[in-house]
Structures are given as C-alpha cells and as structure tokens.
Nanobody
Framework: QVQLAESGGGVVQPGGSLRLSCAASGRTMGTYATGWFRQAPGKEREFVAAVNRGGTDTWYADPVKGRFTISRDSARNTVTLQMNSLKSDDTAVYYC????????????????????WGQGTQVTVSS
C-alpha cells in the first residue's frame, strides 16, 4: 500500500513561488498516474495538475497553466509541483493523490479515480 506525504506549503506573497513535494512510501507511485488537487475555504476540491505514470505527459487546470509545473522523479518516488506567479486565488489546501489508471486524457482530472490521498499541505498567498 502506498502512503503519501506532502511538504513545501507555506505563506508567500503574490507573485512568489513555492515548490510542493509528494513523497511516497510503501510502494512505488510509478505504476499510477499522480495528481495534485486543491480545496479553498468554502469551495469544493478541484483538479490542479496530473502526470502519467511514465512522467512523460502532464495535464493542468486552466487557472494554473503556464504558472505551475508538475514533474515526477521515479528514482526518488516523488512528484513535485512547482508553483510560480502565485495569486491570492491559489490559496488552498493542496493534496497529492495517486492510484489512478486513467483510460482517457479527461480521466486525469477525475478525483474519483485517485484511490490514495495525502493529508494535504496549506498554501497561503497573501501580502
């Protein structure tokens, strides 16, 4: 069974950057797609970004395209989310999730396909 632990959250000013890391233990994440999701106060959890099991293809939600980059380090069994040009709207708890085996490209954004979730890390963008 894979267990996930997120790190790297914190408080940053608008325009700043943060790097979130998702480390897996117990088993490799390499056989699954892995994604990042976020939940802002009073809102539903939403898709942010995902990477396929080989680390060769990535998907992004429209609000973060061009600002966020997801990547996989199979040797270290980690997935990283580099967040640049952060905005106040990016404030949320960010969750790493894996266990998905998507069939279609649109499946990478489907939360219900991800069976293993981390505890989340808080990202606050504020001046």
């Amino acid at each position: 069974q894979v267990q996930l632990a997120e790190s790297g959250g914190g408080v940053v000013q608008p325009g700043g950057s943060l790097r979130l890391s998702c480390a897996a233990s117990g088993r490799t994440m390499g056989t699954y797609a892995t994604g990042w999701f976020r939940q802002a106060p009073g809102k539903e959890r939403e898709f942010v970004a995902a990477v396929n099991r080989g680390g060769t293809d990535t998907w992004y939600a429209d609000p973060v395209k061009g600002r966020f980059t997801i990547s996989r380090d199979s040797a270290r069994n980690t997935v990283t989310l580099q967040m640049n040009s952060l905005k106040s709207d990016d404030t949320a708890v960010y969750y790493c999730a894996t266990g998905a085996r998507p069939t279609y490209m649109r499946d990478y954004a489907r939360q219900e396909l991800y069976t293993i979730w981390g505890q989340g890390t808080q990202v606050t963008v504020s001046s």
